[in-house]
């Protein structure tokens, strides 16, 4: 027991030297810098929608609202909510009644988007929870990717979370729903954890927490390598100021740019909502900061032969400002 104690100790003093010192210093540093005009969207961008979307609290006067919102932006796919899954991976679809009608209405009002099911939990399998290792659950999920399939979505959008670096169960959940998709013609984009700032991190990480919530870039390019589309989760940072936090998304990019394979779209999620805990403060955490950092990261303009945009966190957090950065910003600088 003292030896785990010290254990945590120790790596819980290399997590915050890795967030708190030098590398905030870095972070902070790699904010500096000029960004090009040409590092702007190239109509590759997303936007995670709430479940209200789903479940009957929302209109056709909301979708009609939502299609002016996006009508000239770069916003090609939305993720809409429609789980969680329950522990055992099944999907219950009382939890999407009006999922059918979403869908189709979206697709009059917004012609050329695609709308994904997006569908997850917290992976819980040291507690009794959801295990992306147990193979019966996986195909709890299989099943509940086709029922969304079913009602008209463009794919499916994976959120599962905490998903520890190089975890086999995921890459093979990965593998199968790809096939699936792919044979209904449809396409599989996923929520990615955040790249490890620093080679070796995720350890120390995982010894404070238990479990691992950063991956190497090489995992990173396998689960890519199963996907047709990932999405950076690129908020939720611990850093407190917009230069950090710029500097940490121009990291987070330049990685991702790397070990993303070129014919998979490529998402940095971005946020968009308010609000101040341990891992996120919106006065540093800002559309403005992230989109930056992206911009940064791209010192020569966007890539007009591979698919790279930014992801907005979330519809019902975004407020005007975070919408006026995206426009003045990333859809026209």
């Keep these: 027991m003292a030896r785990q104690v010290v254990g945590k100790i120790i790596g819980l003093a290399a997590v915050l030297s890795v967030l708190f010192g030098s590398r905030w210093i870095a972070f902070s540093a790699q904010d500096l810098g000029a960004v090009t005009p040409a590092a702007h969207t190239t109509g590759n961008d997303a936007l995670w929608l709430g479940h209200a979307w789903v479940d009957g609290r929302r209109s056709s ?28 991976g099944s999907l219950d679809p009382a939890l999407r009644p009006r999922a059918r009608w979403f869908v189709s209405a979206a697709h009059r009002a917004l012609p050329g988007v695609r709308v994904l099911a997006w569908i997850g939990d917290i992976v819980r399998p040291r507690t009794g929870g959801l295990d ?7 195909q709890r999920i299989l099943a509940a990717d086709a029922s969304v399939l079913s009602d008209g ?3 499916v959008h994976y959120d599962f979370e905490p998903v520890g670096d190089a975890d086999p169960g ?15 013609g449809r396409m599989l ?31 990173l390019h396998q689960v890519a390598s199963r996907v047709d589309q990932v999405a950076i989760m690129s908020y939720d940072s611990v850093l407190w100021t917009a230069s950090s936090y710029s500097g940490f ?13 070129h014919n998979v779209a490529l998402l940095m999620g971005v946020p968009a909502y308010e609000g101040h805990s341990l891992v ?4 540093a955490e800002t559309t403005a900061a992230g989109i930056r950092g992206v911009r940064l990261a791209l010192p020569h303009g966007t890539p007009t032969d591979r698919a790279i945009g930014v992801a907005l966190y ?17 859809l026209d600088p």
């Design 153 to 155: 979505f463009d794919g």
């Design 314 to 330: 979330i519809d019902f957090g975004a407020t005007r400002a975070d919408w006026a950065a995206y426009r003045s910003d990333w």
């Design 170 to 184: 995921y890459l093979a959940l990965l593998g199968t729903t790809h096939a699936l998709v792919r044979n209904a």
């Design 61 to 88: 006067q909301d979708i009609a609202a939502l299609a002016e919102q996006l009508r000239g932006t770069g916003i090609r796919d939305l993720f809409v909510h429609v789980g969680p899954v329950n522990q055992d």
């Design 249 to 261: 998304v121009r990291d987070e990019t330049r990685i991702a740019v790397g070990a993303v394979p």
């Design 280 to 283: 996120h403060d919106s006065a």
């Design 189 to 219: 984009s996923i929520s990615a954890e955040q790249v490890e700032p620093v080679p070796g991190g995720r350890w120390a990480l995982e010894s404070v927490v238990g479990h691992g919530n950063w991956w190497s870039s090489g995992y």
């Design 132 to 138: 992306l290792e147990d193979v019966h659950t996986r």
